[in-house]
């Protein structure tokens, strides 16, 4: 048996056993992570996906950004691995959703025809029924920021300037680096710091609890926004996975039906401490059952 014979029969053996495991998570949903966009942060989001195995994967939309590849062209060999994970987890038996935000809405157009492609299905919206039984509704949530909806032409002039925030963050970051430092977002805490734009994450929450409500669900699952957050408003169970440009966060559902929000970035952190494990732990973060109502965000 040749060289390239025994590499295929090792990862063919590799992928086999791994298939027989029980998934890591009941479900993982991700969003935004914009791919075609220097910005994003591919090589981080395959070290998750890699070995974030699930009996349901969510893509929340905005996982291509059709956008920015309209204007120019940016596609590496990290943007191929992530599509190769995805397929990889299709193929070893998790369902596989995509629900396209605004800026791949380029596939909204292949809606009517109830694709699936490759072992993923390409839908609207979804419902996700937990290990508890609860209806969660699963939308991408650009429907619900009145930029985009009702001024697109203002929702690309914030895009222009989000790209030049996120170049700044790309510099910041590559000097923390050569210092020995690991990933921080200076974009997502420059944006924490504005006043109004805190004062629109409120509102866009509010607004997205109220439509689950109105549709009598017991919460939703969205993204679009970047900002990563699980918490009730009222009896309204909200959750955003946050993004894999600024954050790199994604919404996991335990086997038993908690919920965590995993953030990347502090894994790798705590990893860097540990001593020489073997593979990386999953990350010790406080379950949404256990938090009471969390305090309004303030004005």
């Known amino acids: 048996m040749n060289d390239m014979s025994y590499d295929i029969a090792a990862r063919q053996q590799r992928e086999q056993a791994q298939s027989k495991k029980a998934p890591l998570y009941r479900a993982v949903f991700i969003s935004d992570v ?7 942060q591919p090589e981080m989001l395959n070290a998750f996906l890699a070995d974030a195995s699930c009996e349901q994967l969510y893509l929340v939309g905005d996982i291509i950004d059709g956008w920015r590849l ?3 062209w940016f596609w590496d060999k990290h943007h191929d691995a992530i599509l190769r994970t995805i397929l990889r987890h299709a193929k070893h038996g998790a369902e596989v959703i995509y629900i396209p935000g605004n800026h791949d809405e380029m596939m909204r157009a292949w809606l009517p025809l109830g694709l699936e492609i490759a072992g993923i299905k390409l839908m609207e919206e979804a419902v996700h029924t937990t290990a508890k039984g609860e209806k969660l509704l699963v939308i991408h ?40 430092y690991p990933y921080w977002s200076l974009s997502a805490w420059l944006k924490r710091q504005v006043k109004e734009a805190v004062k629109f994450i409120d509102s866009f929450e509010v607004a997205l609890a109220q439509e689950a409500r109105n549709r009598e669900m017991d919460g939703v699952i969205c993204g679009h926004i970047h900002h990563a957050e ?18 790199c966060t994604a919404l996991v559902e335990h086997h038993d039906g908690r919920f965590e929000l995993i953030d990347w970035p502090s894994v790798l952190r705590a990893s860097r401490h540990a001593a020489a494990p073997a593979r990386l732990a999953a990350p010790s973060v406080p379950a949404v059952d256990a938090l009471a109502e969390n305090a309004p965000i303030p004005a």
């Not at 650009?142 to 700044?168: E, I, M, N, Q």
């Open 34 to 40: 914009h791919l075609g966009t220097k910005g994003s």
């Open 70 to 72: 309209r204007k120019s």
């Open 141 to 180: 949530g650009d429907a619900f920021d009145s930029v985009v909806r009702y001024a697109k032409f203002l929702a690309h002039l914030g895009d222009h300037a989000y790209t030049v925030a996120l170049t700044a963050n790309r510099w910041f970051n590559w000097g923390r680096r050569h210092f020995g």
């Open 230 to 247: 699980m918490r009730n408003i009222g009896e309204i169970r909200y959750f955003n996975t946050g993004d894999w440009v600024e954050s």
